[in-house]
């Protein structure tokens, strides 16, 4: 039996003891991107609340570092950012490196505990500031810098440098809504304005936003240029009430003018040119009626699988870099993962580069993309290619599909740790084609494009991949993303690429570029160490690139 500490991912932030759940004050400084994150240090339990730290030089070797900020009975360090104070405005630096601010929100535990749950003016903002670079830290004696107005969910502000106007941001969740500030200093803060009453989806508590302005891409996988359109994109996580149940984030795409934020009216619809559901001819396994209805969702996911919650950017990223990490987990059944038993809990998705796109068919999407220094670090001459058509001989089969080409046998390539770019041009409108990442222990995670329905959705489905008993919520529903697909070439013949980051727990599929991502945790008894492709039509292509991170 695969022993629960052999879960430890390879490349994905985890601590080394205690439980963690969001990440926050993300910031880059000096070379070093410093990840911050809600964190109990004594037991894989969410208790009273510390900031751990971590940094990192490339994003795939993480440093645990001190805690950064300590609780005491009325003050749990719930989550926040931090900023750097690059001018002093703050007024807290000594002349030698700018401050390094953290706002985040202190909840009152022994009021909470006085009055029940989340009472009301539980939550409170509060900063602490670093002269030493983000290593230590002190609180503020003139906290709260932002008292509570009566509202019984108020948290997690992000802050940014609105550089048109010359002042800091904040939005800050307020319960079913978010509320932008303004500030000179970091110390006092103005109230704006607020946003989202009856916008987006409600099916729970408004959680962890994040506020930012970006440049529309121009040309395909090309940064855009300087001038290009900019937009505004407002992240909001909320629980329960994602489209899979439990957490997840959605974003909206608009304006802001320094004081308001305002949606386009037309963002990132999921493609969806008929209705009804057409038949195939051909499926094992034809996605259910809730994974279709899953797919319809009105709202723009930033993720369409479970384990992606609380993403956020990091700040003073340089070249105007979006760069963002999420807490790969959900709060439908966090508290039970199998890895408590090694004494650990929580782990971060991998960084992120954000890419606005404007689409034809569904207005403006944020993509995401593994970031160069993950999809760059392969070392070619461990690179593996593979090409092929999958050909049959005789009558399809009539039930289930057979798994047809082992594209990666056992032992060429450590699956504990790969980047994997798959290309499949297939050459009937109908059907649908199948990867399969398996163990020896028969466990496989499934992945299933779709593509003769509308809205193409890809399903994936970890009924069997592992470990799903820890909680009824982990195994269903499936996850499902509709995409488009990236040619239509000819009346039979489309084409769409995956991308599967995987690491011992975790697999993120990054579809069609990063037009949509679904991350998914797993826990097989031994590591997957084949990737399977099977179809259920007679033509069909592919082409696989390859290569395991090298840490
Ligand atoms: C989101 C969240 C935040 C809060 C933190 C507490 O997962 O509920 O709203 O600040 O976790 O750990």
């Known amino acids: 039996i695969f022993p629960p500490m052999n879960y430890r991912p390879n490349y994905h932030f985890s601590p080394s003891d205690g439980w963690m759940n969001d990440p926050n004050g993300l910031f880059y400084l000096d070379r070093v991107w410093h990840l911050y994150f809600q964190y109990y240090p004594h037991a894989p339990e969410h208790g009273p609340m510390h900031w751990g730290h971590a940094t990192s030089r490339d994003f795939l070797h993480w440093e645990e570092q001190p805690i950064a900020l300590f609780p005491d009975a009325s003050r749990y360090i719930f989550s926040g950012s931090v900023v750097v104070d690059h001018d002093n405005t703050s007024g807290f630096g000594d002349g030698t490196r700018p401050p390094v601010v953290a706002l985040y929100t202190a909840h009152d535990a022994l009021k909470a505990k006085a009055s029940g749950a989340t009472a009301l003016g539980t939550e409170t903002q509060a900063l602490a500031y670093s002269l030493d670079g983000g290593t230590t830290w002190a609180h503020y004696e003139g906290n709260p810098v932002l008292p509570n107005p009566g509202i019984r969910d108020f948290r997690d502000p992000k ?8 002042r800091w941001v904040m939005v ?31 099916g729970g508590v408004w959680e962890c936003p994040d506020l930012f302005s970006m440049r529309v891409e121009q040309v395909h996988g090309e940064p855009p240029p300087p001038d290009a359109e900019l937009k505004w994109v407002l992240l909001v996580s909320l629980n329960p009430g994602g489209p899979l149940g439990g957490s997840a984030t959605q974003y909206f795409v608009g304006d802001f003018d320094g004081t308001h934020f305002r ?8 493609a969806n040119r008929s209705g009804e559901a057409v038949p195939p001819v051909f499926v094992s396994r034809a996605p259910s009626r809730q994974a279709l209805d899953i797919m319809r969702s009105p709202y723009a996911w930033l993720d369409w699988g479970r384990d992606n919650y609380a993403s956020v950017l990091f700040n003073n990223a340089p070249d105007e870099r979006r760069v963002m990490i999420g807490w790969m987990s959900n709060w439908d059944y966090a508290k039970k993962l199998p890895t408590a038993a090694a004494g650990w809990l929580g782990q ?13 068919v569904s207005g403006y999407v944020l993509k995401c993309h593994p970031p160069e220094e993950i999809v ?22 009539k039930a289930g599909i057979a798994p047809i080409a082992t594209l990666i046998e056992s032992g060429q390539l450590d699956l504990t740790k790969a980047v994997i770019t798959v290309k499949v041009r297939q050459m009937t409108p109908l059907g649908c084609y199948m990867f399969l990442l398996c163990n020896e222990d028969g466990e496989q995670l499934e992945i299933t494009h779709h593509n003769g329905i509308p809205g193409t959705p890809v399903v994936i489905n970890r009924k069997d991949s592992g470990d799903c008993e820890f909680s009824k919520k982990f195994a269903q529903p499936d996850a499902v993303a509709p995409i488009t697909p990236i040619k239509e070439v000819g009346l039979h013949c489309s084409e769409a690429n995956f991308m599967f980051v995987l690491d011992r727990t975790s697999v993120e599929v990054f579809l069609n570029g990063g037009e949509r991502v679904v991350t998914s945790l797993v826990f097989p008894k031994s590591p997957y160490t084949m990737l399977l492709y099977s179809a259920d039509v007679p033509d069909s292509t592919y082409a696989i690139d390859a290569n395991e991170i090298s840490l």
């Open 159 to 166: 802050v940014i440098w609105d550089a048109e106007r010359g």
């Open 172 to 202: 800050l969740a307020a319960q079913d809504r978010v509320h932008f500030y303004s500030s000179a200093n970091l110390r006092e803060w103005a109230f704006l304005s607020e946003f989202g009453a009856g916008l987006g989806a409600h």
């Open 263 to 270: 949606p386009e009216k037309k963002f990132s619809r999921p």
């Open 348 to 360: 971060m998705t991998i960084p992120r580069q954000l890419i606005l796109a404007n689409t034809a």
């Open 376 to 397: 760059g670090s392969f070392d070619p001459t461990r690179r593996i290619k593979r090409a092929g058509t999958l050909n049959f001989d005789g009558p399809l089969p």
